[in-house]
């Protein structure tokens, strides 16, 4: 029987909340023979505060260190190092942090053999035009440009998908985005790259000569905030002023109230993490670059 890595980033700050509340969301409700294991980059490891390390392991999961090889420390270079591991596992499935399993599912249902999974983005937030897509392909020895496809607000783009989930056989596919987006990374012709790499990387993965098919998940399994219904399965909400915004922190406080968290709710939660632990940023607001709040305390 298949098992199942869960991985995600855990690192001082806002992520500590979001981490807590993303592993506690996957012990209750995901029915997958899988473990968790959660990253942080080595320099902060040791600034994590002993409740989140404590959260974590009600949960099963390992915390481990990573090093981040990109220039200026890039935090979505995060989840590239991680892709890249061996997880000791059948299947890896990379989440960002800022996610939440909202009912009960079987991630490895979505699994195909030598296959991605993924959902397709809501926009193209790099380029649409074709000159880049050439320069970005031809530097991974593809020479014709995949067909135009829908993105989910409508927009006909390139193939773009959403690099928040990621299912994939522990095989090959995280060793390669790595790789390519290091080498994008490098080319300083190619511009508008961050923060946008670890996306434009994946079709930069999956269409090579010896890439991996895609296979596109619908949207339940990586839904916003804003779209958010009783259909979704994961929502990635980005932060908790996201939640209230858009009237979702009862969806949140349902499945805290139904797992191990010690607390009644998302806003008590995160008072708690910023007021008695002392975790310095905003907590809810999205957690984009927050890693240097490690040394600050």
Known sequence: MAKLTIAFMVEPGPLELQGSILAHS??????????????????????????TIEMLAQCGATIEPIKNPFEDNYHAGNKLVVADLDHGTDWVMFMDSDMILLKE?????????????????????WSNEDKDWVRLLQRQSISDLPEKISLRKGDQSRPLFNAGLLLFENNGF????????????????LKNKRPWLDTIAIPATL?????????????????TTALQDDETIVLHYHGI??????????VVNQVIKQSDLPFEGVVRMSKFYSRQLEIKGNLNRRALRHASLALKR
């Open 174 to 189: 995280g060793k390669d985005w790595l790789r390519n987006a290091l080498d994008i990374d490098a080319d300083a012709s």
């Open 207 to 223: 269409f090579r000569g010896n890439g991996y098919p895609m296979h596109t998940l619908p949207s339940t399994w990586n839904e």
């Open 26 to 51: 996957l012990k209750l409700n995901c029915k997958d023979d899988f473990q968790i294991a959660a990253y942080c980059r080595d320099i902060y490891i040791d600034h994590l505060n002993p409740f």
């Open 241 to 250: 002023r996201s939640l209230g915004d858009h009237q979702r922190i009862d």
């Open 105 to 125: 599912a079987h991630f490895l249902n979505l699994s195909r053999q030598g296959h991605v999974s993924a959902c397709v983005a809501n926009v193209n937030v």
